[in-house]
């Protein structure tokens, strides 16, 4: 029972008991000055009426008149003369008019007064015995009104004490509301905090739950820094401070294999760099390196994500995840200031760029072998800017034909979701991965291969509201099956109508919304917080399970997303890329399993494709597990169907 219910049900015992109280002492008070009264008046009237009786002549006619008048003239019930012998001489009595007042009222409260007695003297000789008795109808009308006013008065000041109660206790209470709130948010994994209350009572609760919020925080911007720092030990270039040549190849793998990535890797070499330590020292040329490294994380290119590497001594080279063709038109530019930097502090160093594209599942050494094709052509042609080396031709290569072929493509029912196992250590399934493709010029595209394309033609929020549409279908037609994850993307996320038109869907489907994942990438969050948490609070109201995927590329900034009530993180496959091999990658992964546990999130680790590193990962705390091992696991041992795409799709 609320305490506004507590307080409504004591204020109601409280008002009767003074009601009940009030009424007995109020009601026998008025009761017995009733009856006192009419006792005076019964006794005056006699006593006048009597003097009277006893100044007129004595025949019968006169006497009955003058009582007649008196009895006529005034509320009485009974006027009675008798000679002293016994004989009523005159009797006048009224019975026809009863009182107001409830006959259960007059039972409970009978008015009992004495009749008023004179004697009636003609001259020395007594004449008769005279009683009168007034009507008590009027007592009861008057006894009764005055408890009916009583009432009402008990009761519109229950009434006004029961509001102005309610009223300071909801005034006293709200910090007891802001306390649930808290405390749900805590259960929630959203370790928020909330301003101290005056009432001494509740500032102490409120102060020890701030104080657990606060701790938590400081302890996971302390394990954040902490991994952070263990990170860059050992993914990090000492001299240059960019990913070192295994943990950016790692970046690379892991972008080659994600379904939604597309972009282009560029590579800068000094080529005469032995030369270069000989003539002016391997302190100087350390010192160029290092700006030059500077020089390349600072250039500004538009892509979703740039990630920076040391290949080798000689060659330091950029990645991004998300291919803009304004990024590659500002290479040259780049390729320009780096060799004017490094003939400014290094005259006679020769350096050459190259650039290539690559695309999902494209072997690593295929690509690499391109670069340094071109990079070997650059130094022998003398190139003063960068050198392409692509192996591929987009399907179209203008705007209107991208955004035709997408139109097409969705008119003709071109998209569909392939779909990953996710399986925990037991080997169940979680939920199933569900990228989306779209099929065009006969063959299925990867994410990667034509959203960039989409966002350019503005058509990304069409896409996701088919891919929303079908992900409920599915799961509509499965009812008992494991859940969905899909992806949003982050113009989705960065835009309100995307927002609210993919929540407004899963409002629409409210059945299945608890068996939908939706993945956001960690660098999609983090670059809109206030979107993202605006989508938690939405999609936790409705039971989604909402993670980061790609996770862990910006462990120093984990603790800003301890209070968004998130279920998952998926770790990037950049960490999970032969950490059997890698104790630095082991530590960080398990250091981020403990920090993810603690505030209550599973742990996925991506791109899973060795059985050296499942087992490893089995051992560092993760709950889950995804990629080409995974997949070829379940094939082994469950049953395998088509997807939509012709590829092959385990099945539970």
């Not at 009992?112 to 009027?138: K, M, S």
């Not at 660098?523 to 980061?548: D, H, N, Q, T, W």
């Not at 070829?632 to 539970?652: C, F, I, L, W, Y």
Request: charged share 20%.
């Amino acid at each position: 029972m609320s305490l506004i219910k507590q307080l409504w049900l004591a204020i109601s015992l409280i008002t009767l008991l003074s009601l009940g109280g009030s009424f007995i002492v109020s009601t026998l008070s008025a009761r017995h000055y009733l009856q006192q009264e009419l006792a005076v008046k019964n006794m005056d009237n006699a006593t006048s009426l009597a003097l009277s009786l006893s100044q007129m002549p004595k025949d019968p006619v006169t006497v009955e008149l003058q009582i007649s008048a008196q009895f006529d003239a005034g509320h009485y019930r009974q006027i009675r003369l008798t000679s002293p012998t016994g004989e009523v001489l005159v009797e006048r009595k009224y019975d026809g008019r009863t009182a107001k007042a409830p006959h259960w009222f007059m039972a409970m409260v009978p008015i009992e007064t004495r009749a008023g007695i004179a004697q009636v003297q003609d001259g020395w000789r007594q004449f008769g015995t005279l009683q009168i008795e007034t009507h008590d109808h009027y007592a009861y009308d008057s006894l009764w009104a005055a408890t009916v006013q009583l009432l009402w008065w008990f009761l519109g000041g229950g009434l006004l004490t029961g509001l102005i109660g309610t009223l300071a206790l909801k005034l006293v209470t709200r910090p007891l509301g802001r306390m649930v709130e808290q405390a749900e948010a805590i259960g929630n994994r959203r370790f928020v905090t909330t301003p101290e209350p005056r009432t001494r009572e509740f500032r102490s609760v409120v102060r020890a739950m701030n104080s657990l919020s606060g701790r938590i925080h400081t302890m996971l911007i302390e394990e954040s820094q902490r991994l952070e720092q263990l990170r860059r030990q050992t993914q990090h270039d000492e001299l240059t401070g960019l990913f070192n040549r295994s943990q950016f190849l790692n970046q690379l793998d892991a972008a080659l294999s994600r379904d939604d990535a597309n972009g282009f890797i560029y590579v800068v070499r000094i080529s005469n760099l032995t030369g270069m330590n000989q003539l002016a020292g391997r302190a100087k040329v350390d010192e160029v390196l290092v700006h030059l490294a500077a020089a390349l994380r600072t250039f500004p290119l538009p892509a979703d994500r740039i990630e920076h590497g040391r290949l080798n001594a000689s060659e330091v080279a950029l990645l991004t995840l998300g291919e803009d063709e304004d990024s590659i038109a500002a290479l040259d530019t780049l390729t320009t200031q780096l060799r004017t930097l490094a003939a400014k502090e290094l005259p006679g160093a020769e350096l050459r760029a190259a650039a290539a594209r690559y695309a999902t599942g494209e072997a690593r050494g295929t690509l690499l072998a391109r670069l340094d094709g071109a990079l070997a052509g650059a130094e022998v042609d003398g190139a003063a800017h960068t050198v392409f080396a692509n192996a591929h031709q987009p399907l179209h290569t203008s705007v209107a034909d991208w955004r035709q072929a997408i139109v097409d493509a969705l008119e003709q029912d071109g998209l569909a979701l392939h779909r990953f196992p996710v399986l925990d250590l037991a080997g169940r399934v979680m939920h199933f991965e569900s990228p989306v493709r779209l099929r065009m010029a006969g063959r299925w595209l990867n994410a990667g291969q034509f959203l960039p394309w989409a966002a350019r033609c503005g058509q990304i929020e069409q896409i996701d509201a088919r891919v929303v549409a079908s992900a409920c279908a599915a799961l509509a037609d499965d009812p008992t099956g494991p859940g969905l994850a899909i992806n949003l993307s982050t113009e989705a996320l960065s835009s309100t109508r995307g927002r609210e038109d993919f929540i407004a869907t899963l409002k629409a489907h409210r059945h299945i919304a608890h068996r939908l994942w939706v993945d956001v990438k960690e660098s999609s969050a983090l670059r809109y917080p206030i979107e993202f948490r605006m989508l938690c609070v939405a999609l936790s109201a409705l039971g989604c399970k909402i993670g980061l995927k790609h996770a862990g590329e910006d462990v120093a900034r984990f603790a800003e997303l301890h209070d968004l009530g998130l279920d998952y993180i998926k770790i990037s496959a950049a960490f999970i890329r032969d950490i059997d091999a890698n104790p630095g990658n082991q530590a960080l992964v398990r250091g981020v399993c403990t920090l993810a546990h603690s505030i209550g999130l599973k742990v996925i680790a991506e791109g899973v494709s060795s059985h050296g590193e499942a087992s490893v990962l089995a051992d560092l705390g993760l709950d889950g597990m995804t990629g080409p091992r995974i997949v070829e696991n379940s094939r082994s041992s469950g049953d395998v169907s088509r997807d939509p795409a012709g590829q092959a799709m385990t099945s539970q």
